[in-house]
């Protein structure tokens, strides 16, 4: 019954959310690992004129849709298996070497350094694993787990500080007691 608890994503029960995450272990593997043509872009095939996100969207939502029929024990265990393939495929790439684009990080359209996308995917799976925690009244994941995540959240803010509004010499503090603290100063570039 856990499975089909609601969550804060409105359209979404806890199995939504791990459908999710398993459609974005697929799309990544295939195009990532294997080259293959990017989910959004087949997507867009049938869906002319959308912009990136309602893509993105629409993508998700049809593969959340699609998948809802496949039971919970074969939900886990292919989640063990994309899980434990993307981990070796982000363990074994050059964090340097340039990938698709990570907007996250304020390079919309250009391509990102592979430890960009790898932040970015760890973010979202962590947020993710706390939306699940919480509709299950669930405790926390330690700081352990909450360290990297904030290290990559305040990387892009830093990245998007131009959009935010900020102008050369403006700075912005950011504090997570028990954590960290960090000053951001918007250069002239």
Same mark, same amino acid.
């Given at each position: 019954?856990?499975?089909?608890?609601?969550?804060?994503?409105?359209?979404?029960?806890?199995?939504?959310?791990?459908?999710?995450?398993?459609?974005?272990?697929?799309?990544?593997?295939?195009?990532?690992?294997?080259?293959?043509?990017?989910?959004v872009?087949?997507?867009?095939?049938?869906?002319?004129?959308?912009?990136?996100?309602?893509?993105?969207d629409?993508?998700?939502?049809?593969?959340?849709?699609?998948?809802?029929?496949?039971?919970?024990?074969?939900?886990?265990?292919?989640?063990?298996?994309?899980?434990?393939?993307?981990?070796?495929?982000?363990?074994?790439? *050059? &964090?340097d070497?340039?990938?698709?684009?990570?907007?996250? +990080?304020?390079? =919309? #359209?250009?391509? !990102?350094?592979?430890?960009?996308?790898?932040?970015?995917?760890?973010?979202e799976?962590?947020?993710?694993?706390?939306?699940?925690?919480?509709?299950?009244?669930?405790?926390?994941?330690?700081v352990?787990?909450?360290?990297?995540?904030?290290?990559?959240?305040?990387?892009?803010?830093?990245?998007?500080?131009? *959009? &935010?509004?900020?102008?050369?010499?403006?700075?912005i503090? +950011?504090?997570? =007691? #028990?954590l960290? !603290?960090?000053?951001?100063?918007?250069?002239?570039?």
């Amino acid at each position: 019954s856990e499975w089909e608890q609601p969550t804060e994503c409105p359209a979404w029960t806890v199995k939504g959310i791990a459908l999710h995450i398993l459609g974005d272990d697929v799309s990544l593997l295939s195009r990532q690992r294997d080259s293959a043509t990017p989910s959004v872009f087949v997507y867009a095939q049938s869906h002319p004129g959308l912009t990136f996100r309602e893509l993105l969207d629409g993508f998700n939502e049809q593969w959340v849709e699609a998948a809802r029929f496949m039971s919970t024990r074969l939900v886990i265990e292919l989640l063990r298996c994309t899980g434990e393939w993307t981990e070796a495929f982000y363990s074994a790439v *050059d &964090l340097d070497e340039l990938n698709e684009p990570v907007g996250f +990080f304020g390079a =919309p #359209g250009r391509p !990102s350094p592979y430890w960009q996308v790898i932040a970015r995917e760890y973010v979202e799976r962590w947020l993710h694993q706390h939306q699940i925690r919480r509709a299950l009244g669930r405790p926390n994941l330690d700081v352990a787990y909450l360290a990297p995540a904030a290290a990559a959240g305040i990387r892009g803010v830093a990245g998007n500080l131009p *959009d &935010l509004g900020a102008s050369a010499g403006n700075t912005i503090g +950011f504090e997570i =007691p #028990g954590l960290g !603290s960090w000053l951001l100063t918007r250069a002239d570039n």
